[in-house]
């Protein structure tokens, strides 16, 4: 990514944009950044030689320069009715909802969701890890300013959930079962915004973690599909093995790291009463362990094939990369509990 200058230069300024949005004190102050960080991506995503990813950052330009040009309207509004152009607090609930709206557009929460599959769809996965991880942080902190519990946000967080679930049932893009993972996961992630800075921000760093271990494996193996997994024999068992159980983790199996912060989210959001909403998540978030389990069944117990004029070296040793992804998305809620029993 940084054999050139340019690129590095994009980059720095990703970052840089994010922070200056998380840290305004204004919503025109986090208007520029979120434009800094956009208008820093684009070139990231486009590739001369691959028309998908010019077509992905064409998609996803539009619908943020909508997100954007809404939230700046918004924001406009809220000065000459309201005269608060100096603070991130809204009164409104007109305006709240429609701030809001944009800034779910901007992340990709659902229904708000009909981008982001497409354009992940035609990201390398450097850059898909970008969206999946980065891209998030500053719209949820913006969020996080004015959410608080009533109708439509349980309607965002009941459909976020149910159409990450759904979504990617019957997906073999590997890009796009991640893509409606992230959308199942933002659910659950705005949830945890409900309840505390601290959950969120934990919640995110599993999440993100996991998401990193997948994307380092299937990039480092060149998958971007369901079959290859099971038709590349250039892929030694045990590495198989970490890509699976870090699968798993990121659908929130007990056993497993990721399902330590959706443990918390379910005690918290049961002492503050929403019963309802919880139990709705954890039956929905279930499809999506399901059809994780589904894929992960057939690599653990069943025959596969395997090409016999196959030319590539056969790595026997997993890389200490991997090594260390998958022992900490294996071990990571045991020693967890380890570390806060101490």
Same mark, same amino acid.
Request: proline share 4%.
């Given at each position: 990514?940084?054999?050139?200058?340019?690129?590095?230069?994009?980059?720095?300024?990703?970052? %840089?944009?994010?922070? #200056?949005?998380?840290?305004?004190?204004?919503?025109?102050?986090?208007?520029?950044?979120?434009?800094?960080?956009?208008?820093?991506?684009?070139?990231?995503?486009?590739?001369?030689?691959?028309?998908?990813?010019?077509?992905?950052?064409?998609?996803?330009?539009?619908?943020?320069?909508?997100?954007?040009?809404?939230?700046?309207?918004?924001?406009? @509004?809220?000065? +000459?009715?309201?005269?608060?152009?100096?603070?991130?607090?809204?009164?409104?609930?007109?305006? #709240?909802?429609? &701030?809001?709206?944009?800034?779910? @557009?901007?992340?990709?929460?659902?229904?708000?969701?009909?981008?982001?599959?497409?354009?992940?769809?035609?990201?390398?996965?450097?850059?898909?890890?970008?969206?999946?991880?980065?891209?998030?942080?500053?719209?949820?902190?913006?969020?996080?300013?004015? +959410? %608080?519990?009533?109708?439509?946000?349980?309607? #965002? #967080? @009941?459909?976020? /959930?149910?159409?990450?679930?759904?979504?990617?049932?019957?997906?073999?893009?590997?890009?796009? &079962? $991640?893509?409606?993972?992230?959308?199942?996961?933002?659910?659950?992630?705005?949830?945890?915004? +409900?309840?505390?800075? =601290?959950?969120? &921000?934990?919640?995110?760093? /599993?999440?993100?973690?996991?998401? $990193?271990?997948? !994307?380092?494996?299937?990039? =480092?193996?060149?998958?971007?599909?369901? =079959?290859?997994?099971?038709?590349?024999?250039?892929?030694?068992?045990?590495?198989?093995?970490? +890509?699976?159980?870090?699968?798993?983790?990121?659908?929130?199996?007990?056993?497993?790291?990721?399902?330590?912060?959706?443990? $918390? /989210?379910?005690?918290?959001?049961?002492?503050?009463?929403?019963?309802?909403?919880? %139990?709705?998540? /954890?039956?929905? %978030?279930?499809?999506?362990?399901?059809?994780? !389990?589904?894929?992960?069944?057939?690599?653990?117990?069943?025959?596969?094939?395997?090409?016999?004029?196959?030319?590539? !070296?056969?790595?026997?040793?997993?890389?200490?990369?991997?090594?260390?992804?998958?022992?900490?998305?294996?071990?990571?809620?045991?020693?967890?509990? !380890?570390?806060?029993? &101490?």
């Amino acid at each position: 990514m940084f054999n050139n200058p340019t690129k590095f230069l994009f980059s720095f300024t990703l970052i %840089t944009g994010t922070l #200056i949005a998380i840290s305004a004190n204004s919503w025109f102050g986090a208007w520029i950044g979120l434009e800094i960080n956009l208008l820093s991506f684009i070139p990231l995503m486009t590739n001369s030689k691959n028309l998908l990813s010019t077509e992905a950052s064409l998609k996803y330009f539009l619908t943020q320069a909508l997100a954007s040009a809404t939230l700046l309207m918004m924001v406009v @509004l809220s000065a +000459l009715l309201i005269s608060l152009p100096d603070s991130l607090l809204i009164s409104s609930p007109f305006l #709240i909802t429609i &701030i809001s709206s944009t800034l779910m @557009l901007k992340m990709g929460a659902a229904p708000f969701h009909f981008w982001f599959p497409g354009v992940m769809e035609g990201l390398n996965w450097l850059n898909g890890m970008m969206l999946l991880t980065w891209q998030k942080i500053a719209p949820l902190m913006l969020l996080s300013y004015n +959410l %608080t519990m009533n109708t439509f946000t349980a309607f #965002i #967080i @009941l459909a976020s /959930v149910l159409i990450g679930s759904l979504g990617g049932f019957n997906q073999t893009s590997l890009r796009k &079962i $991640l893509a409606y993972s992230s959308i199942n996961h933002l659910g659950w992630m705005i949830s945890a915004l +409900l309840l505390g800075e =601290n959950l969120w &921000i934990f919640y995110f760093s /599993v999440y993100s973690f996991l998401t $990193l271990a997948l !994307v380092y494996m299937f990039n =480092n193996f060149k998958l971007f599909h369901l =079959n290859q997994i099971f038709s590349l024999n250039y892929i030694s068992p045990i590495n198989k093995f970490a +890509l699976f159980i870090t699968l798993l983790s990121l659908g929130g199996l007990p056993p497993f790291l990721g399902f330590l912060p959706k443990w $918390l /989210v379910i005690q918290n959001m049961v002492q503050s009463g929403s019963l309802m909403i919880i %139990t709705l998540m /954890v039956m929905m %978030t279930l499809i999506t362990l399901f059809y994780y !389990v589904r894929t992960s069944f057939g690599a653990f117990m069943l025959t596969y094939s395997e090409t016999l004029w196959n030319t590539q !070296v056969s790595q026997k040793n997993i890389s200490p990369s991997t090594l260390i992804f998958s022992i900490g998305s294996t071990l990571g809620l045991f020693i967890c509990s !380890v570390i806060f029993n &101490i």
